[in-house]
Nanobody, 115 residues
């Protein structure tokens, strides 16, 4: 099993940047597809970005060109670089690790973008 812990959230003005980190423990993440999801108040959790074990990435249309997901397997950590933030990016951001039928989630980190 893999345990995940997000960090790096906070309050930022529109147009600013944040870098989220997701530190994994209990298992190496190199074989997992890692992802970032977010959930805004009153809305369903949605995919933000994923990166496969081979390094292929996928992004939600709403964040393409602004967010970048990356992984450092040596540090057992996944990152989400968020640039040009908008108020609509405000949400709790969750890290996810997936392998076949297994999935693990972190507790989430709050990102608030003020206008």
């Amino acid at each position: 099993q893999v345990q995940l812990m997000e960090s790096g959230g906070g309050l930022v003005q529109a147009g600013g940047s944040l870098r989220l980190s997701c530190a994994a423990s209990g298992s190496i993440i190199s074989v997992y597809t890692m992802g970032w999801y977010r959930q805004a108040p009153g809305k369903q959790r949605e995919l933000v970005a994923t990166v496969t074990s081979g390094g292929s990435t996928n992004y939600a249309d709403s964040v393409k060109g602004r967010f970048t997901i990356s992984r450092d397997n040596a540090k057992n950590t996944v990152y989400l670089q968020m640039n040009s933030l908008k108020p609509e990016d405000t949400a709790v951001y969750y890290c996810n690790a997936k392998l076949y039928n297994y999935a693990s989630w972190g507790p989430g980190t709050q990102v608030t973008v003020s206008s």
